[in-house]
Structures are given as C-alpha cells and as structure tokens.
C-alpha cells in the first residue's frame, strides 16, 4: 500500500510537470517518468508482463523518437498566450467527466471476493498465473480477438497515411 | 520470514553488481593492451606488472579533477544524466542466470537475481533506458557537439534496437518462453540456439556493438567529428560513469549473447562427467563457465574496435533498416518453421 502511494505521488507529480513546464525536453524527460511510474503500477497489480512492454515500448521507444524530434529541431521554450475561454470550457467540462466517472468507479468498488470463480483463461485476478506472459497471450487471442485485430487495422491505416504524407512532401 | 534468503538475496545483488563493476578497470587494461597487441607495440607497462596497476591510477586521476560544470548547462539535467546510463545498464543485470543452485545450509538459492516470468522482456526495457543517459547529456551541455552526439546516438540506438528485437523474439519462439532460466535448461537439454539460429545469433551480436556504442558503430562519439560526442562537457567522475556505464553496456549485451544463444551457464556434459561435478562444485563451474563466455565476448568487442574502421551515418542507417531488419524479419520466419516442424522437442 505505502508503496503505491510513492508510485502514485511520483506519477502525479511528473504529469503536473509535463503540462505546466514551458521546456519541451524537461516535458518529454517527466513523461518518461510519468511512464514509468504507471509501469510500476502495473507491477504492483501483478501484470510484471504489461509493465515491461510499457517501458519498451512507451518509455523506450515513442518518447525517445518525440525527445529525438524536439532536439533535432531544437524547440526553445514554449512561447504561447492563454488558451482561449471555449478551450478552457471544454476542458473543464472532460476533466469533470472524468472525475465522474473514476470516482463513481473508485466509490462502487468492491474487491473480489477470494472464492470467486476462476475463469480459465486467466483473465480474472486470483487466477493462477494471472499477469503471467500466457494468460495474457490466451486472452488477447481468444476472448478480445476483435479488438486486438481492429487495434492493428488502425495502426496499419496510420502507417499508411504516414507514409503517403512523407511521399507527397517529396514530390512536390 | 527465512533470513538466510534475505541475506543470500542481499548478498547476490551486492557480488554481481561490485563484478560487474570490477570488470571495468580489467577490461579498460584489456582495452589499452589489447590494442598495444594489434597494433604491433607494447601498451601501458609501467605501472606494476605488465601495466596492471594503470585503471588504479586512473581512477584516482578522475578522483582528483575538478567537476567542471559548463554555465549554461540544465543543471539538474546534466547532473542526473551520468546516474541514468549507469542506473539502466545496472538494471539490466538483475534477470541473467549466473548459474543454477548453490546449497548453503540445506536451503537452495537460485543464481540469479530476480528469476521473473517475462525476464528477458525485462532486460531489454532496462537496456532501452540507457539511451536516456545520452540524450539528457546531449541536450543539457548545451554545446553543438554533445546535441549531435546525443542525436545520433538517439537515432542510432532506435533503429538497432528493432533487429536486437527481432533476434531475441527468434529465440523466444523457439523456446516458447521468456524466462531466461528456461532458455537455458533447454538449450542445456538440447542443443545451443546458434545451432537452430546462426542468422539470429549474427544480428545479435552486430546490433548489440550498436546498441553499446561501439566501433563500428561509435558515431554519437566519433572524436574526428565531434570533439568527444555527447560526453564532451563532462569531466572527472561524471565523465568516469559513462565510461562505466558503457564498459556495463558490453557486459550486460555479452550476457545476452551468451544467455539466449550459447547455453548460458550450463556445463558441457561431457566436462560435468569427466570430472564428476555435482552440487556447489557444479554450480562454482557454472559461474566460471559463464564469465568465460562473456570475457570471450568482452575481448571481441576489443579485437573489432581496434581492427573495424567506422561506419558513417548513412552507411549506419542503411545496414540497420534495410539489411539487418529484413534478415531479422526472416530469422523470426524460420524460427516458427523449426517449431512447426518440430525440430526442438
């Protein structure tokens, strides 16, 4: 529990930094920490699978490529005016439904109760082996095929309108 | 609560990482004396026998500098990149079997830090850490060579670490788990995944002297270029902790190697027979037989550094996307062709 809580106070911290901090590379530095933190998480919640692909794959992959971009193109500080009155709106409006929703959720939670069936692909915590590389494999594959597969078809129309994007820049 | 586990936990993490740490001023005389071999002169020889004290006087050298610290640096930032490339190339050790089991008052320890289910996954989100060290030294010295030093090395190391990817995922298709224990005991009950993956094995080993910065492929420190790369504003200790954190580097990509694709610690068998090894001695054997693999590796990094000119950059760009991928991508094809045919089990 104490440990969660460092957990949780680091993560909190570093995102206020990466929203309220004017430098883009101090920004991106925190999102890693930010990142890592919620990795942490994840261990804590016994997924040690999930929390080392978030570090691959987040910490150690896209936040190296946003750090790359801004140093290449060498961003001083960020110059801007306040957001406007229908953005803060707006914003003010989500953060609420957020809050909302995560603390109705937070309020109605009731932990499973150590006898609860067990379903056998591991999906359910208590389950043995719950977190663990196979469960976590049985269950993208079987149980939430369909989204996994429309998650690829997204990333592969990303892919393409990447591409077609840089190839017209070429042309021209 | 077993206090001997706890203690034998605290001991492990304490002797592997003061090794591992210990084999960076053997390797920089291996380094100085190696290169005196190749190229036909004598190396360091007058500090003690054969130049053997020379890292001790280093290393009181870079006691005694002062710590410059450059005016216009990010000051936290430059100050916290040396802990982080050494911090992540520490991490990375805490998952490789030295050996099976020692029996110390009738309990069993495991040799190995932290024997987790996704342990190889685990190593490499450590070692994908490490780049940080570089790009936050990079950028915060606030000098153009260290920011191109920093760029390179991003780019570098993003592109290299796709092909490392690919031939660990080879191995672990082949052997249907991540956990590095498992990977061994199999390869100790059949034979080593260099047999079943020489293309794997190859790319690992090109794209682990990427991933450490080293030539052929030290560009984010090419000194002709770049005064010192992303290092150059970096004096004394700090400058002596990304000297360690690379020495780690090559540690920690020779344990892979050795780990994934040459049987680990495992004893031959007929060695084990010929001398009837059995309990403590085997598991002593073990960790000797593994530190010779990875000081075998250790001195290849050496022997290429001082025989192998550089790549330049888009040379370096052109093997890592468009051949060293693709053969990853095709090594990854014939290891699932080796399960389905059956050829492990």
Redesign the interface.
């Given at each position: 529990m104490l440990v969660f809580f460092v957990v949780a106070a680091v993560a909190v911290g570093a995102a206020l930094v990466v929203v309220i901090h004017r430098n883009p590379v101090i920004q991106a530095l925190s999102l890693v920490v930010f990142l890592l933190a919620v990795a942490g998480v994840f261990v804590l919640l016994n997924a040690q699978f999930l929390a080392a692909l978030q570090v691959i794959i987040y910490a150690g992959a896209i936040v190296v490529l946003i750090t790359f971009v801004i140093m290449l193109l060498n961003l001083g500080p960020e110059a801007r005016g306040g957001p406007g009155i229908p953005t803060l709106l707006i914003a003010f409006l989500l953060g609420a439904l957020l809050i909302g929703v995560l603390g109705r959720a937070g309020l109605t939670f009731e932990p499973l109760a150590a006898n609860t069936p067990v379903s056998p692909d591991g999906v359910l915590p208590h389950a043995p082996g719950y977190g663990s590389v196979g469960a976590f494999g049985r269950a993208l594959f079987s149980t939430y095929f369909y989204p996994f597969e429309a998650v690829s078809l997204a990333i592969v129309a990303a892919l393409t309108g990447a591409v077609l994007l840089a190839k017209r820049k070429l042309e021209d | 609560m077993d206090y001997v586990l706890l203690a034998a936990v605290a001991i492990k993490v304490t002797l592997i990482v003061v090794i591992c740490i210990a084999i960076v001023p053997i390797m920089t005389w291996v380094e100085r004396r190696g290169a005196g071999v190749l190229q036909m002169r004598l190396g360091p020889n007058r500090v003690g026998p054969f130049g053997l004290f020379q890292p001790v006087a280093d290393g009181l050298k870079f006691f005694f500098k002062e710590d410059l610290l450059p005016p216009f640096a990010?000051r936290p930032?430059f100050v916290m990149a040396p802990f982080v490339a050494m911090a992540a190339a520490i991490c990375a050790l805490a998952v490789i079997p030295f050996g099976s089991v020692l029996t110390v008052l009738g309990r069993k320890i495991p040799l190995v830090i932290a024997d987790?289910?996704?342990g190889v996954?685990?190593l490499?989100?450590?070692s994908?850490?490490g780049?940080?060290g570089i790009?936050?030294a990079?950028?915060s010295s606030n000098n153009k060579y260290s920011?191109y030093g920093?760029?390179r090395s991003?780019?570098q190391?993003?592109s290299y670490?796709l092909a490392l990817g690919l031939a660990v995922i080879a191995v672990l298709v082949l052997s249907g788990t991540?956990r590095p224990t498992a990977i061994v005991i199999q390869q100790a009950e059949s034979w080593w995944n260099v047999l079943y993956l020489p293309l794997g094995f190859l790319l690992l080993l090109i794209s682990g002297f990427a991933e450490t910065n080293r030539l052929p492929f030290d560009l984010p420190e090419a000194e002709s270029e770049l005064v010192g790369g992303y290092h150059t504003e970096y004096s004394s200790m700090k400058f002596s902790m990304f000297f360690m954190a690379e020495y780690l580097n090559m540690v920690v990509s020779a344990c892979l190697l050795v780990t994934l694709y040459l049987g680990g610690y495992a004893v031959p068998g007929f060695i084990r027979n010929a001398l009837g090894l059995s309990g403590n001695w085997l598991a002593a054997a073990e960790v000797a037989t593994f530190f010779a693999k990875v000081f075998f590796f250790l001195w290849l990094f050496v022997w290429v550094r001082w025989t192998l000119p550089r790549f330049r950059f888009d040379q370096l760009m052109h093997i890592g996307w468009k051949i060293l991928i693709p053969l990853g991508f095709l090594n990854v094809i014939w290891a699932a062709l080796l399960v389905v045919w059956g050829v492990r089990s």
């Amino acid at each position: 529990m104490l440990v969660f809580f460092v957990v949780a106070a680091v993560a909190v911290g570093a995102a206020l930094v990466v929203v309220i901090h004017r430098n883009p590379v101090i920004q991106a530095l925190s999102l890693v920490v930010f990142l890592l933190a919620v990795a942490g998480v994840f261990v804590l919640l016994n997924a040690q699978f999930l929390a080392a692909l978030q570090v691959i794959i987040y910490a150690g992959a896209i936040v190296v490529l946003i750090t790359f971009v801004i140093m290449l193109l060498n961003l001083g500080p960020e110059a801007r005016g306040g957001p406007g009155i229908p953005t803060l709106l707006i914003a003010f409006l989500l953060g609420a439904l957020l809050i909302g929703v995560l603390g109705r959720a937070g309020l109605t939670f009731e932990p499973l109760a150590a006898n609860t069936p067990v379903s056998p692909d591991g999906v359910l915590p208590h389950a043995p082996g719950y977190g663990s590389v196979g469960a976590f494999g049985r269950a993208l594959f079987s149980t939430y095929f369909y989204p996994f597969e429309a998650v690829s078809l997204a990333i592969v129309a990303a892919l393409t309108g990447a591409v077609l994007l840089a190839k017209r820049k070429l042309e021209d | 609560m077993d206090y001997v586990l706890l203690a034998a936990v605290a001991i492990k993490v304490t002797l592997i990482v003061v090794i591992c740490i210990a084999i960076v001023p053997i390797m920089t005389w291996v380094e100085r004396r190696g290169a005196g071999v190749l190229q036909m002169r004598l190396g360091p020889n007058r500090v003690g026998p054969f130049g053997l004290f020379q890292p001790v006087a280093d290393g009181l050298k870079f006691f005694f500098k002062e710590d410059l610290l450059p005016p216009f640096a990010n000051r936290p930032v430059f100050v916290m990149a040396p802990f982080v490339a050494m911090a992540a190339a520490i991490c990375a050790l805490a998952v490789i079997p030295f050996g099976s089991v020692l029996t110390v008052l009738g309990r069993k320890i495991p040799l190995v830090i932290a024997d987790v289910d996704a342990g190889v996954l685990l190593l490499l989100a450590a070692s994908s850490m490490g780049v940080y060290g570089i790009i936050m030294a990079g950028w915060s010295s606030n000098n153009k060579y260290s920011q191109y030093g920093g760029l390179r090395s991003s780019a570098q190391i993003i592109s290299y670490e796709l092909a490392l990817g690919l031939a660990v995922i080879a191995v672990l298709v082949l052997s249907g788990t991540l956990r590095p224990t498992a990977i061994v005991i199999q390869q100790a009950e059949s034979w080593w995944n260099v047999l079943y993956l020489p293309l794997g094995f190859l790319l690992l080993l090109i794209s682990g002297f990427a991933e450490t910065n080293r030539l052929p492929f030290d560009l984010p420190e090419a000194e002709s270029e770049l005064v010192g790369g992303y290092h150059t504003e970096y004096s004394s200790m700090k400058f002596s902790m990304f000297f360690m954190a690379e020495y780690l580097n090559m540690v920690v990509s020779a344990c892979l190697l050795v780990t994934l694709y040459l049987g680990g610690y495992a004893v031959p068998g007929f060695i084990r027979n010929a001398l009837g090894l059995s309990g403590n001695w085997l598991a002593a054997a073990e960790v000797a037989t593994f530190f010779a693999k990875v000081f075998f590796f250790l001195w290849l990094f050496v022997w290429v550094r001082w025989t192998l000119p550089r790549f330049r950059f888009d040379q370096l760009m052109h093997i890592g996307w468009k051949i060293l991928i693709p053969l990853g991508f095709l090594n990854v094809i014939w290891a699932a062709l080796l399960v389905v045919w059956g050829v492990r089990s």
